[in-house]
């Protein structure tokens, strides 16, 4: 397993190899390749600030033709750090994007063919999920807020539920996000976790000096285990966001003045 590095008509994006193998098309955006100015420069995939709505529009056009996929059928989450989970239908094709989502939720799951889910991140971790057999794709966003309610674990749960997905066939893709190297936090973010998930949460809080520094990857794939995704079956991108503020949007380096990037997952 591996994460790779595409380039195609100008766009920087990642997959991940425990996605490939049909079924489903996948993609984590970074920031180059798109027409945004600025300080929105250049792949800005976030429509509540000050970049133009036509420049954002385009650039969810750039993203999904490099895959294969039609931003006219997007769906886009509300995000609001919960543990709601949606399940997508036709019904809900263009919304967020087109037209105003009527819901909120932090992760997205359908068994439509055609429909884009879309969740985003400046420094959160955006997960990725798919069960060939089942046919049903998830896309999940998890900050920490998002973590410590387990959202990952729920979205598996709702997958099961809702299309008789099987935890031990479901692959799962971790991309790229903040990492315990510049998630540095005081005592609410580890109590939280370990309120949460108990001495389990412990291999990803360490305590340096006054401050924490927390592996939120690891937790969400600590998670998805415990809701019995096989291991060898869940991918993780080491590359941090706080980091590379060159490929990634960082809400730690930027504040608010700064776009997302996207991980986007569709049925095929």
């Given at each position: 397993m591996s994460f790779l590095?595409?380039?195609?008509?100008?766009?920087?994006?990642?997959?991940?190899?425990v996605l490939e193998g049909g079924g489903a098309v996948h993609g984590f955006s970074s920031r180059l390749g798109g027409v945004s100015e600025g300080e929105f420069a250049a792949l800005n995939l976030r429509g509540s600030c000050a970049d133009s709505a036509e420049n954002v529009r385009e650039n969810y056009r750039r993203f999904c033709a490099a895959l294969g996929a039609s931003e006219e059928r997007a769906v886009l989450s509300k995000q609001v750090h919960s543990d709601k989970v949606r399940a997508v239908t036709a019904a809900d094709a263009g919304k967020g994007l087109l037209r105003p989502?009527?819901?909120?939720?932090?992760?997205?799951?359908?068994?439509?063919?055609?429909l884009p889910l879309f969740v985003f991140s400046a420094d959160c971790i955006v997960i990725l999920l798919h069960d060939r057999e089942a046919g049903c794709v998830g896309a999940v966003h998890a900050g920490w807020r998002g973590t410590a309610k387990a959202i990952v674990?729920?979205?598996?749960?709702?997958m099961a539920a809702q299309y008789g997905a099987d935890p031990a066939r479901i692959r799962a893709a971790i991309g790229p996000g903040?990492?315990?190297c510049c998630f540095e936090t005081d005592d609410d973010v580890p109590q939280a976790m370990t309120e949460a998930m108990g001495e389990a949460a412990?291999?990803?809080?360490e305590r340096r000096g006054a401050k924490w520094h927390v592996d939120l990857k690891g937790l969400n794939r600590?998670?998805?285990?415990?809701?019995?995704?096989?291991?060898?079956?869940?991918?993780?991108c080491p590359l941090c966001?706080?980091?590379?503020?060159d490929l990634y949007w960082s809400h730690r380096r930027m504040g608010e003045r700064r776009g997302v990037?996207?991980?986007?997952?569709?049925?095929t």
């Open positions: 590095t595409q380039q195609k008509n100008g766009l920087l994006y990642h997959t991940s190899t989502a009527d819901y909120e939720a932090d992760a997205l799951i359908t068994d439509v063919p055609g674990q729920i979205a598996v749960e709702a903040i990492g315990p412990a291999p990803c809080l600590l998670q998805l285990i415990a809701s019995g995704v096989p291991e060898n079956q869940i991918d993780t966001t706080a980091c590379r503020p990037q996207g991980a986007m997952i569709v049925k």
